[in-house]
């Protein structure tokens, strides 16, 4: 099991950019498949980015499509997510999260949280003047 840590989180004004890094140890996330989720105070987690292990799968939030990119350096073993255009509304904890793919998953729509069974500690990113 890979073991995952954030960072690059903080306080950005809206309009702002942040890029996100996920460091991944204990195994390479070349066959996992992986994703960044995010959760606001009262609201429940949700998924924001995915992109399955052979990249062929992307999927995003509608609400950041066009603003959010995810991400993989194979070289640093990391995994990333821009986020441009910072809106308040993206105000939340963000996580990485990855799963070892033994076969290839293509998903149609945004993922559970049960389908990951490795998680960062997460990272804090508030948008506010």
């Known amino acids: 099991q890979v073991q995952l840590v954030e960072s690059g989180g903080g306080l950005v004004q809206p309009g702002g950019s942040l890029r996100l890094s996920c460091a991944a140890s204990?195994?390479?996330?070349?066959?996992?498949?992986i994703a960044w989720f995010r959760q606001a105070p009262g609201k429940e987690r949700e998924a924001v980015a995915y992109?399955?292990?052979?990249?062929?799968?992307?999927l995003y939030l509608d609400s950041v499509k066009g603003r959010f990119t995810i991400s993989r350096d194979k070289a640093k073993n990391t995994v990333d997510l821009q986020m441009n255009s910072l809106k308040p509304e993206d105000t939340a904890d963000y996580y990485c999260?990855?799963?070892?793919?033994?076969?290839?998953?293509?998903?149609?729509?945004?993922?559970?949280?049960?389908?990951?069974?490795?998680w960062g500690q997460g990272t804090q990113v508030t948008v506010s003047s």
């Open positions: 992109m399955g292990a052979s990249t062929r799968s992307i």
């Open positions: 204990g195994s390479t996330l070349d066959d996992n498949a």
């Open positions: 999260a990855a799963r070892k793919m033994y076969d290839d998953l293509i998903l149609f729509r945004l993922p559970k949280e049960s389908m990951f069974d490795s």
